[in-house]
């Protein structure tokens, strides 16, 4: 079945240093992927989307590019801050199907 | 930007006991959802719902488990007879279509204690 493996957190980092969240997937088909992420006391908001492969999704200066090849989609920051601090969620959804199937989520902890 | 609400925050029953989780979705949104993590595990699908009826549910959705949309605004989600596995955070989210690259929103959750 479909499935999706994200790195173990926490992830501890110092402002301003390179942020990469490695998140694997499995499908059938041609998945669309995602990342959401969650602040701490809020619902899991969508980050960004690829939708094919070597399609690249980016915001707030993540981004992250689907690798059919590798079938991975990491995420990827050049400069984290302390308000990045939250839960990252890889995610994908396939054709005929609604569902999400999500990873277990990465807790990145950014100090200044 | 619009949101969905779930109340409550935090739920705490005993073993067998039924409970309610309610969501109010963003209101021009056609499709629902209820999604749960337990502890240190994946965000698992439960369950999707349109035009008044289950469009998809997961293994984990069994009798145990049903939801609705009583009133055109609110979605529900209840447990008939609370297990200690079912101790977990319940997220409820909705979108405007079912597509593959649709964006979800999730409301923050509920966190439900099983005892």
């Known amino acids: 079945g479909n499935s999706v493996t994200q790195m173990e957190g926490p992830v501890t980092l110092s402002e301003e240093a390179f942020l990469t969240i490695n998140c694997t997937y499995t499908a059938t088909g041609y998945p669309s992927l995602f990342w959401y992420v969650q602040y701490p006391g809020e619902g899991l908001q969508l980050l960004l989307k690829?939708?094919?492969?070597?399609d690249k999704g980016s915001n707030k200066g993540f981004e992250a590019t689907y690798r059919k090849e590798t079938t991975s989609f990491h995420l990827e920051k050049g400069s984290v801050q302390v308000s990045d601090s939250a839960v990252y969620f890889c995610a994908l959804r396939t054709t005929g199907f609604q569902k999400l199937v999500f990873g277990t989520g990465t807790r990145l902890l950014v100090s200044p | 930007e619009p949101e969905v609400t779930q109340t409550p925050s935090h739920q705490v029953t005993q073993m067998g006991q039924e409970v309610i989780l309610r969501c109010v979705p963003i209101s021009n949104h056609l499709y629902f959802y209820w999604y749960r993590q337990i502890l240190g595990q994946k965000v698992e699908f439960l369950v999707s719902?349109?035009?008044?009826?289950?469009?998809?549910k997961s293994e984990i959705f069994d009798d145990q488990f049903s939801v609705e949309r009583p009133d055109g605004s609110n979605f529900t989600l209840k447990i008939r007879s609370t297990k200690l596995e079912d101790s977990a955070m319940y997220f409820c989210?909705?979108?405007?279509?079912?597509?593959?690259?649709?964006?979800?929103?999730f409301g923050s959750g509920t966190q439900l204690s099983v005892l």
């Open positions: 989210a909705s979108s405007e279509t079912d597509g593959r690259n649709e964006k979800l929103f």
């Open positions: 690829a939708t094919k492969a070597d």
């Open positions: 719902f349109y035009n008044n009826e289950i469009s998809e």
